[in-house]
């Protein structure tokens, strides 16, 4: 169920005086929070690839973009407990089970067309704003190429991550995706599918 930031809490069917917009602020406001940060940098791949669907939890990825799905990774070098030492940063990439009914499962697998790794790159703490998106680099890579490369592998390094996928800042992420499955899937798969984009993520 989807609710807005003015959303009231209520008690026996009467309305509290703190909203949903309270509750962001109390979970959510420490935005060099790791935990948050991964949150975050779905929102903001959201935003860049213009999809606009909100995030559903109990998917086995992250974002639907037309006919393709796609797994986003944050990390970075500062949080929100960082002094004088900077974190290296390092990937999930590890493989899930998916949930069919009450009593079976998925083997485990990545389940996803595309991953985007989204690194925190700034190195200051005292400048660090995960809000300012000049601040953020992605990098893309094929699920495919993961598999055949890193089948069992749980994490993946920063320098691999840079040594294997393109590179996009915030406002070429989409088009660079785009160049990406073009290249790999030909104009034919890549005009069909992206028409179904365009019917799912244009308001």
């Known amino acids: 169920m989807k609710h807005s930031g003015d959303d009231r809490f209520t008690f026996n069917g009467e309305e509290t005086l703190f909203d949903l917009q309270d509750f962001w602020e109390y979970y959510a406001s420490d935005i060099l929070d790791s935990r948050i940060r991964g949150a975050i940098a779905e929102f903001i791949v959201n935003k860049a690839l213009n999809v606009n669907i909100f995030m559903q939890g109990w998917q086995p990825f992250d974002i639907i973009y037309g006919a393709y799905r796609i797994e986003v990774k944050s990390s970075g070098y500062v949080h929100n407990t960082t002094t004088d030492h900077l ?25 996803s067309d595309y991953y985007i790794f989204a690194l925190f790159a700034c190195k200051d703490v005292r400048e660090a704003d995960t809000m300012k998106l000049e601040q953020w680099e992605f990098y893309i890579v094929p699920t495919s190429y993961l598999n055949e490369h890193y089948d069992n592998s749980k994490t993946i390094s920063l320098s691999v991550v840079q040594s294997i996928g393109k590179k996009a800042s915030y406002n070429t992420l989409r088009d660079t995706l785009n160049d990406l499955i073009l290249s790999i899937e030909g104009d034919a798969a890549c005009e069909n599918k992206q ?4 019917e799912e993520g244009e308001e």
């Open 87 to 111: 974190s290296k940063p390092v990937f999930n990439i590890s493989k899930r089970q998916v949930y069919l009914d009450e009593t079976k499962w998925t083997k485990p697998k990545r389940n």
């Open 195 to 198: 028409e179904d984009y365009y």
